[in-house]
């Protein structure tokens, strides 16, 4: 039994949210403590290690800016949830859902009859100075005059136990999906406790907004489409926005999957347009628009105002609601809800003066040395000066900086977070928490999250919370009698044979288009990796053959895999994984790793996870410090990986459009790179050298098959057979047109149209082709056979040529919706 507090410090000015101020277990902890006690070490490891292994599997992540490894960075999380008793969770509740309902009032009269700043409540200059009021939104109804749907708010503890507001998230809140997927890990992790404490669910909360958007959304009779907008992959929280996608059952699109005709907005689907009727936004206020808002914005919507004006479409939360996130604003609450509600906020914010009033300044430059100074703005791109940090120059210099422009700053009282104990593998440390706690908007007013997000700090001693610093989180348990309606999300309506659904009606157009560049990325890596093991082997292990390495240089070079004009292992390792060669297959690689994350809702688990892991070990293999026989079995664990994610479209996708383009993807860029790689290799020396005919086989994935076959070593005629003409063998060229042939037949009956195929003429003439014009012995003689190979190299790189026109007008008719080729638009 570990001795869990052996190293265990408190701090005299914190509250500990483990022990009372005598030391002693608090009361709600002491169950779960003694499960603790009666645990190995190596049973809380292995505990801790399990919840690794499911964020792992289950791709939790959270990027970091400016970090190298913080694309798709592991989320953190600790194994001991933060335990809140029932009833001081019920004080907790109501004071978020009286703040919600507050501010909702409050965006409501600030883009109305601005009754605040008329009676002097609120300050002017802190609204329209601010960076997200809105004006073109001045004067706009929205649907239920629900102006904020979804709503957090960070929660400190004080050392007397009170819990203070330190910030309102009314933009677009974070965080809830990954509360959800917290509790969902570490209850795995913890099931007995989890059940003896009767934790409160959490997912009864989604099912509100669900239905709260359905119901509010103006869908003038039609079936509501409530669609997600993310900023993209490259945004630190996009796992929580694929999460929240599949937890609501809402379709996760970007600007570019939406478009705006006759006041009306649109989701570009491979059916057409379909009127969108809500929209779930991740996107940050001024991006929306580029037409209205920001005129940079390559995220957003042109002409997403004037629909939301028209009252075409709800927006959640609605446009103009950053507005509220300027801390300034904490100080003038208390006199809002006494004017207005006639009682005071049941969760009070941490002291903060707006600089921008003459009497407030000079009592907060009063005390400087005791405050933390923060933007009122958030064009003020400074990070909060602690006043306690600096010397009496530092002091001076920051009054002075504020006395130049006071409405621009706001001093805030010092937060002292309370601490809570953090698994370290070997005992309990304490770390700085914060609590994250969000409030949707429901039927019967604002409902709060039985839960939320605990952050924790970084480091020991740390006093900000965040997760771009390094921070990591806990789930958070409210214990005690569940409250009614916390229950687990259950469907409640009814499905009959009517309601039977074979295809994601609403499947954006982008995702389609990015799981047709998925399957010719997941090939091109194949192909190259192929390629690169058949140069890097021989060059290994074949000194004797130099004419076949020779050959297999030149295709190399050709292609585009190995750059020219250096000595050759440099270039082989520079094919492999040179940062600086752009046609690298490190480059391929993440090229790959992008379509799949723009794809991800649409993969399963496994196969997110093999894409992680091929990714990882790509990055962690470092070609100038790995010897040669590293660099081979990277390229053939490589290729069982690949092979993998081929097993996974096969077997995990179902046969819906995504897949078909997929496949579609995966069978033209197999088409152009074996047609140009078999024209390259017959237009050279490779035909007459058996050696090099034996590598073909091995690049062309089928020498095992022609080994089998002929018991015999490679020759030109049966090679050429086995890799052109066999419809048998799903390697070769035949058999990639024939897939091709049939893939357009079924987009024609799906679509009701005629898909123009530019190979078809190519697939006779291939399919007419004489071996026997290769038999030097035959008709045509030796001479003649140069002549034959020629024009059958004419021949393949007329079919690559023609894939690439296939491809483009697959884009053009499905993807690109501009003009009369594409679909198009459909009304309900």
């Given amino acids: 039994m570990p001795d869990l507090l052996a190293d265990y410090p408190r701090a005299a000015n914190a509250y500990n949210e483990l022990l009372d101020a005598q030391g002693q277990v608090r009361p709600h902890w002491q169950r779960l403590f003694r499960v603790l006690e009666r645990s190995s070490l190596a049973q809380l490891n292995q505990r801790q290690a399990l919840l690794e292994r499911q964020i792992q599997e289950n791709g ?19 194994l001991l949830p933060n335990l809140i008793p029932a009833d001081e969770w019920q004080q907790i509740a109501a004071g978020v859902a009286q703040r919600a309902g507050l501010l909702n009032r409050v965006l409501a009269d600030l883009y109305g009859p601005q009754q605040l700043l008329r009676e002097g ?27 904020l749907h979804l709503y957090a708010v960070d929660l400190a503890r004080a050392p007397d136990g009170r819990w203070w507001v330190l910030a309102d998230r009314t933009q677009t809140p974070s965080g809830a999906g990954y509360a959800l997927e917290n509790r969902q890990i570490v209850s795995r992790a913890l099931p007995e406790l989890y059940r003896d404490l009767r934790v409160q669910h959490l997912s009864g909360f989604f099912r509100s907004l669900q239905e709260f958007l359905r119901r509010e959304a103006p869908a003038d ?31 996760l699109v970007e600007g570019s999957d939406l478009t705006v005709r006759d006041n009306t907005l649109y989701l570009k689907t491979l059916d057409g347009l379909q009127r969108v009727h809500a929209l779930l936004r991740r996107l940050d206020d001024g991006f929306c628009d580029p037409l209205e808002l920001r005129t940079d914005s390559a995220l957003g919507v042109a002409g997403l105002l004037e629909v939301v004006r028209q009252g075409r479409v709800l927006v959640a939360n609605a446009l103009g609601s950053g507005v509220l996130e300027s801390p300034g604003l904490l100080g003038f609450l208390p006199a809002i809800s006494e004017h207005w509600l006639g009682e005071e906020l049941l969760l009070p914010s941490i002291a903060t003066w707006w600089c921008g009033e003459p009497p407030v300044l000079d009592e907060a430059l009063g005390k400087l040395d005791e405050l933390v100074i923060k933007p009122a703005f958030p064009s003020q791109s400074f990070e909060p000066v602690f006043g306690r940090d600096l010397d009496e120059q530092g002091l001076q210099e920051l009054e002075a900086r504020v006395r130049s422009r006071p409405y621009a700053y706001v001093a805030q009282e010092m937060a002292q977070l309370s601490q809570a104990g953090v698994w370290d593998g070997q005992a309990l440390q304490p770390r700085a ?104 082997s021989r060059y290994v292990e074949d000194a004797d053959e130099p004419q076949a390495l020779q050959i297999a240089v030149e295709l190399g070079e050709a292609s585009g895999w190995l750059p020219p004009g250096e000595e050759l292992e440099q270039c082989l390792r520079r094919g492999l994984l040179g940062a600086d060669w752009p046609h690298s297959l490190k480059a391929n690689l993440q090229s790959l790793q992008g379509a799949a994350s ?24 470092d070609s100038e410090n790995a010897d040669l026989g590293e660099l081979l079995d990277f390229l053939n664990r490589l290729l069982m990986s690949l092979a993998s994610l081929s097993g996974f479209a096969l077997d995990d996708m179902t046969r819906d459009d995504g897949w078909r383009f997929l496949m579609i993807g995966r ?8 047609a140009d790689s078999l024209a390259i290799f017959l237009r050279g020396a490779g035909a007459r050298d058996q050696a090099a005919l034996e590598w073909l086989l091995e690049l062309g994935n089928s020498l095992i098959t022609y080994r089998t076959r ?36 079924q987009l024609d009956q799906r679509f009701d149209m005629q898909h123009e195929n530019p190979l078809g003429q190519l697939r006779a003439q291939l399919a007419a082709f004489d071996l026997g014009s290769l038999d030097e012995q035959g008709l ?10 020629e024009g059958l190299a004419d021949l393949l790189q007329a079919i690559s040529a023609g894939a690439g026109q296939l491809s483009d007008r697959l884009a053009l008719r499905h993807f690109a919706h501009v003009d009369d080729v594409s679909q198009q638009t459909l009304s309900y």
Wanted: aromatic share 10%; proline share 7%.
């Fill in 60 to 78: 939790v992540t959270y990027n970091v800016h400016a970090d190298p490894d913080g694309l798709d960075r592991q989320w953190a999380l600790d």
């Fill in 121 to 147: 409540l609120l300050p002017a200059e802190l609204v329209f100075g601010h960076n997200n009021f809105l004006w073109p939104c001045h004067g706009m109804q929205v649907p239920g005059n629900t102006w």
């Fill in 221 to 251: 009779g039609e079936t509501p489409l409530v669609v997600l907008l993310t900023p993209g992959r490259l945004h630190e929280s996009y796992f929580e926005h694929l999460y929240l996608a599949r937890q609501l059952g809402f379709p």
């Fill in 433 to 536: 928490i914060g609590m994250r706690v969000y409030a949707v908007v429901s039927r019967d007013g604002y409902r709060v999250m039985p839960g939320g997000l605990t952050r924790i700090a970084g480091l020991p001693g740390a006093e900000i919370v965040s997760m771009q610093r390094g921070g990591s989180s806990k789930d958070t348990w409210v214990l005690g009698e569940r409250i009614p309606g916390s229950e687990p999300w259950n469907w409640s309506k009814p499905l009959g044979v009517k309601d039977l659904i074979r295809s994601d009606p609403y499947l954006p157009s982008s995702v389609v288009e990015n799981l047709y560049w998925l399957g010719r990325y997941s090939e091109r890596c194949d192909d190259g990796a192929r390629l690169l093991r058949v140069l890097l």
């Fill in 598 to 621: 723009q794809v991800r809702g649409k993969l399963s688990l496994e196969n997110w996870q093999a894409m992680v892991d091929l990714q990882r070990e790509a990055h962690a293999l």
């Fill in 667 to 674: 069978h033209i860029e197999r088409l152009q790179f074996f």
């Fill in 710 to 745: 002929y018991l015999a070593a490679p020759q030109l005629i049966a090679v050429l057979d086995l890799l052109l003409l066999d419809p048998q063998n799903p390697h070769s060229l035949a058999f990639q047109l024939q897939m091709l042939e049939r893939s357009l037949l």
């Fill in 780 to 789: 045509f003689g030796a001479a003649g056979v140069r002549e034959v190979l």
